[in-house]
């Protein structure tokens, strides 16, 4: 097990050191580069680009620069923001949680929504309720999640004037009613795609299941059908969706990006739009590298709680 | 001069033959997508020139028509444009996007894929290390990026979506080769001394074909899907050049005045991607070898 710790923390820090240097090499090597926005000031002159340029450090090589970004991204230093000065980690902190909630309302929904599609559709093989499960989640896939979201605004809150178009709370009124029925589009919105991914998966995962040994003894010593299904299939079948999950991570967080854009929503996706538009490099950049890190991290997890879930698993 | 049968293109047309065609054609929903696809690309190309308006011309008289109401069949936009002209040259930009993109990012992530499950070793830990690296940004973040500082042009688009889409192909064929190349019939080829590049490309890539095919077609429905997400936000295809994802780009606001400019080219997305991903799924069933006795 520590071997096993050891060798994939190296692992992940040798992909988090490849996913620097590619986000690194995209702002840098860009045209414009993070000079752009001052080059736009009238009546600047090409001596005081030079003079900013010198300050910022970026007449030095790119790889001294990127060494020197990267010693101070360590210790926890990513640069401030060129908007208003604040640093960046804290401004990352500040848009975290409306995310982390979205996400996680939404992962919820797709899990217990796609968990029980995919057994049902497992145990019903074939039948037109897997049919339509299927071919559901194949337009699923291929409906725009922002054009989802137009859709279901038009629906719930222009027609039927039922739900928010958008924003996370009613100013003056932020009660946790307030806060959960806004919540409830975006969320539906962003986990539209995961519950059509995660239930073709548990699908697949709960046909492998059902051929295994021990639930045809779990089946021939007479265990009625609820027990077998509930404690020896889908309880084996959602071990490896451990590992999808991790997998999902970027997924989720790209769609969050967009579902924040349609239903204002004061995340990071908004947070990374509005960074675009004003061109805040040091921002783009922490927000560049915070997914990467979450991904890894969040794949790293998923392959240690599939080894906890799993007594057969041993990491090594 | 004898024809000597290229074994890569005898290959795809081997693929193409017998019970594995049989069993595309009866896929339904792959037969219905294969439909609504030619038929879409037909009606984007040559569309136009059947319509009374052209996609650029702006008629201030007309704005926010209804569809069905002047001539204009599926309304206009705030500027009095014909959404139906807009939208025909739209598909052919977004189309045109979609497959170009795809055959750049199938023809990189075939090369990596290949190279990294032939060589093995350090060859193959470092390029799926790489590649693993790429699929750690979320693609849409990497994208926006690139297109954000990027000139935007169409052919910029397609790159920078082909850039951000190669890691799929390249992990499936890293896969496939690593199998096919402890095979008897490679050992053979080298044996007899074949270089390197003739095992990969003659010897392997025939036999990987199929799940190739797979992947490419499946890519094709994600690309246009990524240039509508950056079109969407502001960051794809320039106005006034119309694509599906910038028709979207202030659809918003008028959503309560006029729900046609959102609903309109958010079917045609969503049609084009869902008719690509059943293509993709009737492929599969018919090319995976397990499958086909």
Known sequence: MIRFLLHRTLQGIVLILIVSMIGFAVINLAPGGPLSQYALTPGISQADLERIAHQMGLDRPLPIQYLDWLSKLIVGDWGSSYRDQSPVLSVIWRHMWATLLLMGCATVISVVLGTLIGVLGALRRYSLFDYVATVGAMIALSIPTFWFGLIAIFFFSLELGWLPAGNMYTVGDQSLGDYAIHLIMPSAVLALVNVAIWSRYMRASTLDVMDQDYVRTARAKGLPRWRIISAHIVRNALIPMITLAGLQLPTIIGGALVTETVFTWPGLGRLFIDSLGYND????????MFSAILTVVGNFLADVGVALADPRIRLG | MTAIPDPARRAVFAVFRGPRVRKFMRHRLAMLGLVTIVLLTLACFAGPHFLPYDELYIDLRARFSPPLSGGHILGTDPLGRDIAARL???????????????????????????????????TRTGLMRMVDAFLSFP??????TLAAFLKPSPAMITIIIAVTSWMEVARIVEAEVRGQAARDFTAAARMIGAPHWWIMGREILPNVMGPIIVAATLTVARAILLEAYISFLGYGIQPPLPSWGNMLNNAQQYLDSAPWLAIVPGVAITL?????????????????????Q
């Open chain 1, 281 to 288: 490099y040091p921002v783009i950049m922490g927000l560049l």
């Open chain 2, 88 to 122: 025909f040259s739209a598909g052919q930009i977004s189309l045109t996007v979609g497959f170009t993109a795809m055959v750049l990012s199938t023809l990189i992530g075939t090369a990596i894929g290949i190279v990294a499950g032939y060589f093995g070793g350090w």
């Open chain 2, 139 to 144: 693609s849409v973040f990497l994208m926006l």
């Open chain 2, 272 to 292: 084009a991607v869902t008719s690509f991903n059943f293509i993709g799924d009737g492929l599969r069933d018919a090319l995976d070898a397990r499958s086909v």
